[in-house]
């Protein structure tokens, strides 16, 4: 039987940056399955074509046009190659991210580089995407625009040990929540949404490097695996007892491109289990 929503985004593309692994591929296999041709753009060549390929072998259309979100004609590229192939871009995701410069799991204090690296994917990135389908959007007098922030956006409660490495990316996230606000008003007048989902925990490879770094601070953490420690923090901080997964994160997405969210913009939408309430 088919999905009850299979046919959700039927006749809409999508353009996701960060699609090649983690919450942008969960993203863009929910996309697709709502009925979206979806174009991967990821910084990785390779995986902007896995991800594509996994799409189209299960019937879907997608596209792959890798970009680099710190470079703005790079997305720029990637966004009017999904116009030519595609005929639009209906919903753009802007989904990259980082959590730190190379090396930030072995440090116990951010460095300038951090700092360079968050803002000019986190947020930078987000501005060059928006960019990059705005003018498009315009013409058509409509889109949508969703941002991938975090919990950790809102407040680092919880955070412990690694604070100090990722505070630079608690702030980028912020400034992701902010960036949406500011402009859904400019977009209002051209039918353009704009909201953002902030994920809770989700065990993926980002997750994986902080609680190595736990690991290493932490000595009653010593012994135990990356995961284990995943699943002590959900465990602690998630009133649902459970994380979130990739494809959770879809389906926020999903909803907020949808019709059924036509008079929403300028929200920030929690999907995290309740482990942070607003």
Known sequence: MAHPLSGQLTGKVAFITGAGRGIGRGIALILAERGAAVCISDISSSES?????????????????????????????????????????????????????????????????DWDMTYGVNVRGLVHTADAVIPHMKERRQGRIINISSQGGRTPRGVRLVANTITPYLVSKAAAIQWTHALAIEMGPYNISVNTVC?????????????????????????????????????????????????????????????????????????NGGSIMS
Do not use: C
Request: no cysteine.
């Open 49 to 113: 074509e896995s991800v594509a390929g996994e799409i189209k072998q299960a019937g879907g259309k997608a596209l792959a046009a890798p970009s680099d979100v710190t470079d703005a004609a790079s997305v720029a590229n990637a966004a009017q190659l999904a116009i030519r192939r595609l005929g639009k871009i209906d919903i753009a995701v802007a989904n990259a991210g980082v959590i730190g410069a190379k090396g930030f799991e072995n440090r116990d204090r951010y460095n300038e580089d």
């Open 199 to 271: 994920p809770g925990l989700l065990w993926t490879p980002m997750f994986d490097r902080i609680a190595q770094q736990n690991i290493t601070a932490d000595p009653s953490l010593r012994g135990k695996t990356p995961h284990e420690v995943f699943e002590m923090s959900v465990k602690a901080r998630v009133p649902l007892g459970r994380a979130q997964t990739p494809e959770d994160i879809g389906r926020a997405v999903a909803f907020l491109a949808s019709d059924d969210a036509s008079e929403i913009t300028g929200q920030a939408l929690n999907v």
